[in-house]
């Protein structure tokens, strides 16, 4: 199936159906488009207008100490991000429904326009923040396998895991990880525990969700409460 430029794999599930995630970009413009779904044994094709909606999202700023915002990726953990989520498995290792992966309530939601000291970044919130108290056990929402499973400079310790066809997951700034890399991991089972390493002003949970390489509102997939003043971030 496509949509504007973007396309996405239907792939047939053990039910005989077919089955396949399609992304929408916070950065798409709105409108109604078309959804293009064809097949490749007889090349039929079906056309299916979809409205993408107008949504505005709140601005936030956060507060960062210097040695903090001067953090920067370096090219090795720009390549690896960028590959992580461009790759694509074929086998699906996950089921609906995703479990949240602590019990924390939101403390920044997807989508929000970030500001450090006073100052637009030209970036939105690609996750979510939960709050977590140092040492809390960080769960995978889905079954899967991990990717990768290291420190980065902005990222702190970082998990990231493909569940397949698509879906992909990340954790950020934990204080300590007990997964490696190659290693199959079941719903909820435990991938690190919560902290403040890399860019992070207090112990909280960052985590993300991928569909095709593109962020998705991990909110839509779990029932998310928000904190009370979520618009601060911690």
Request: charge should be positive; include cysteine.
């Amino acid at each position: 199936m496509k949509l504007k430029e973007r396309s996405a794999k239907l792939y047939l599930q053990p039910d005989g159906k077919r089955f396949g995630l399609l992304p929408i970009s916070v950065k798409d413009t709105p409108g109604t488009f078309s959804l293009l779904i064809s097949r490749s044994d007889d090349g039929a094709s079906q056309s299916l207008p979809v409205v993408i909606r107008k949504t505005v999202f709140p601005s936030q700023n956060v507060k960062l100490a210097p040695e903090i915002e001067g953090l920067h990726s370096t090219p090795e953990e720009m390549a690896l991000l960028a590959s992580f989520r461009d790759a694509i498995s074929e086998t699906r290792s996950w089921a609906e429904p995703l479990a949240p992966p602590v019990s924390g309530c939101m403390t920044s939601p997807f989508g929000v326009k970030r500001w450090h000291n006073g100052k637009p970044t030209g970036e939105y919130h690609g996750g979510v923040d939960q709050r977590t108290p140092e040492g809390e056990a960080i769960r995978a929402v889905a079954a899967g396998t991990i990717t990768f499973a290291k420190q980065f400079n902005v990222l702190g310790n970082a998990v990231g895991i493909d569940h397949g066809q698509g879906l992909e997951s990340m954790y950020l700034h934990m204080s300590r990880l007990v997964v490696a890399p190659g290693a199959a991991v079941q719903r909820g089972d435990i991938l690190g525990y919560a902290g403040s390493t890399g860019r992070s002003t207090g112990p909280h949970l960052h985590w993300v969700l991928y569909v095709n390489g593109v962020n998705v509102n991990p909110a839509q997939w779990v029932k998310l409460a928000p904190c009370s003043g979520a618009a601060k971030k911690r």
